[in-house]
């Protein structure tokens, strides 16, 4: 198994689309970049586990997916009427791909990026690194559980003192 996270802007598609999308499944469209389709393309895999990362406005890890099925071709980039045209690419010989991917879980607590440059043992996630824009990146299994322990353990508080705050 491989962990990756996967980012999207939440007011194009959020983790709560993804929750209410049919069996909370959808297919990962519109990658548009040459690496990150690559990474799709080649090295995801059905049952392979993602974080779920809002970008632009207070970027976040907010939850879990899970790769439903391995990549095929992205036919988004065959329609001239979506926003992911691309004349390049033709049902003959595709250029972009995609995976689906399946909800898991959403955290209790979204994890700011602010906060994963503070974390010990995240200092290499490819997120983090000055210029890194990529779409879909992989991240290795220590960081998927570190981030996935701040997600629902609300960076280090026992679910039990948050209920005793309320």
């Keep these: 198994m491989k ?3 996967i980012k999207s802007e939440p007011g194009c598609f959020s983790i709560d689309d993804l929750a209410a999308a049919p069996q909370q499944t959808t297919c990962w469209d519109g990658v548009r970049n040459y690496q990150a389709r690559n990474f799709m393309r080649d090295e995801m895999s059905p049952g392979d586990l993602v974080l779920f990362y809002h970008s632009v406005t207070d970027p976040c890890v907010v939850g879990i997916a899970r790769v439903v099925r391995e990549s095929y071709p992205d036919h988004t980039a065959w329609n001239p009427d979506d926003t ?3 004349p390049r690419s033709t049902p003959q010989k595709p250029l972009w791909f995609m995976v689906d ?3 898991v879980e959403k955290f209790s607590c979204p ?7 503070g974390v010990k043992g995240l200092e290499k996630m490819e997120v983090l690194k000055k210029g890194s824009r990529l779409s879909v990146m992989p991240v290795t299994e220590k960081e998927f559980i570190i981030v996935s322990s701040l997600g629902n353990g609300c960076a280090g508080e026992r679910k039990e003192d948050r209920r005793s705050q309320h």
């Design 3 to 5: 962990y990756w996270l």
């Design 84 to 86: 992911h045209y691309d």
């Design 101 to 103: 991917v399946q909800f």
């Design 111 to 117: 994890v700011p990026l602010a906060m994963l440059r």
